[in-house]
Structure formats: C-alpha cells, structure tokens
T-cell receptor, first 114, second 117 residues
Framework: KAGVTQTPRYLIKTRGQQVTLSCSPISGHRSVSWYQQTPGQGLQFLFEYFSETQRNKGNFPGRFSGRQFSNSRSEMNVSTLELGDSALYLC?????????????FGPGTRLTVL | AQTVTQSQPEMSVQEAETVTLSCTYDTSESDYYLFWYKQPPSRQMILVIRQEAYKQQNATENRFSVNFQKAAKSFSLKISDSQLGDAAMYFCAYRSATGTSYGKLTFGQGTILTVHP
C-alpha cells in the first residue's frame, strides 16, 4: 500500500504571496492532519479533516486554511506569506483517528519564504 | 492543555549498546495515547511504538520498548542493541482519547540520538 504523499516537496516563495500544499493520504484513510515543524517552535498542530469537514484546529492565524476533498486528499493554503512561515509542513493520515488509531506521516513539504 | 517534555536534547550510544530516552507529560485526562516517533535526516516521521494509557503492560516492538509510569506521567523509550540506522531525532507525542482533540498530536521538543560505531 502506498504511503502518504505530499507535493511539492520543496517550494520557494516571497513574502506576500500565497501557497497551496497538497497531501494524498494512504488509501482508505479518511482523516488528514497537518503540522508545521520549525527549529524554534518544534512540531505544532495546524488542523485535522475528516470526511471533508474540519474537526479540529490549532492556534494559527486565519491565513492558514485547509480543505479536504471527497477522495480524502487534502490541501492547505497559506495566504500573505511571512518570513516566519518558512517551515517543514507535514501531513499525517489515519483511518478514522479513533481509539489507538495511528497517524502515518508524509515526507513533508519544505517551504522557504524569502 | 497538555504538554510533553523531553529533557534530553541530545543523547549518544555505542552500537550494540542500550539507550533510554526520557519523556514526561502533563495532563488531567485519564484516557490518552502516547507515541514515540523517529525522524531521520530524510525528515520522514516514522512511528516507533505506541502505548494506550489504559493498558498497564508496557508496549514492546522488537528492540524498542517503553517504560510507562502513568502515575508519574513518564513515558521513556528504551532502544536495545542500538544500530547505526537508529540515529535520528526522536519525538514523544501525546494524543487525547476524549473530546474533540481529533488528530491533534502534542509533541515534545525532540531528542537527537547519535549512534557511534
């Protein structure tokens, strides 16, 4: 079974631009979570989607948004990019995120904001 | 809010030796899950082991085992017979089993493990 895939793997943008990152979960998985990883803040939860609905959201500004499609693929969007948005963005998928359900991570998208 | 603390920023071990990584957490909940993830230089986060809080028995996966002390809110990872491929950043993570904390893993700061040949 193929793992979680994320595209693109690397991205360079300039301040003020917007960016869209994509995540394809493991086949059959319906929950997708997004995390931001930076050297200073570590790993922080952005949001989680299940069956096209956002069920949980972390403490990030409204510039960070996401959505999930009917095939469970998910996208996250960051508008009006700031230098501090430079980070590794990880998505993780799981079957239903209930019980001891395990989240499997993708390889990440490295975003650099200049 | 839950917090996870890994007090060892770096650890090192000789190949074939045993090393223990520490993790403590703070929560008022009684039902939750704990995980250890490994992140090698490739940055792909890989699940190492998980523990359900309601289970008293410590989880074991081959060379990896945990010492789960619920009352002390401690969750350490023991790696036996360390291999060069174990070198990575290790993250301890917490997930609530209740409420609306869907998908939210709370991570510690990580411990960089170096394995010397």
């Amino acid at each position: 079974k193929a793992g979680v895939t994320q595209t693109p793997r690397y991205l360079i943008k300039t301040r003020g631009q917007q960016v869209t990152l994509s995540c394809s979960p493991i086949s059959g998985h319906r929950s997708v979570s997004w995390y931001q990883q930076t050297p200073g803040q570590g790993l922080q939860f952005l949001f989680e989607y299940f069956s096209e609905t956002q069920r949980n959201k972390g403490n990030f500004p409204g510039r960070f948004s996401g959505r999930q499609f009917s095939n469970s693929r998910s996208e996250m969007n960051v508008s009006t990019l700031e230098l501090g948005d430079s980070a590794l963005y990880l998505c993780a998928s799981s079957f239903v995120i209930a019980g001891a359900d395990t989240q499997y991570f993708g390889p990440g998208t490295r975003l650099t904001v200049l | 809010a839950q917090t996870v603390t890994q007090s060892q920023p770096e650890m090192s071990v000789q190949e074939a030796e045993t090393v223990t990584l520490s993790c403590t957490y703070d929560t008022s909940e009684s039902d939750y899950y704990l995980f250890w993830y490994k992140q090698p230089p490739s940055r792909q986060m890989i699940l190492v082991i998980r523990q359900e809080a309601y289970k008293q028995q410590n989880a074991t996966e081959n060379r990896f085992s945990v010492n789960f002390q619920k009352a002390a809110k401690s969750f350490s990872l023991k790696i036996s017979d360390s291999q060069l491929g174990d070198a990575a950043m290790y993250f301890c993570a917490y997930r609530s089993a209740t409420g609306t904390s869907y998908g939210k893993l709370t991570f510690g700061q990580g411990t960089i493990l170096t394995v010397h040949p």
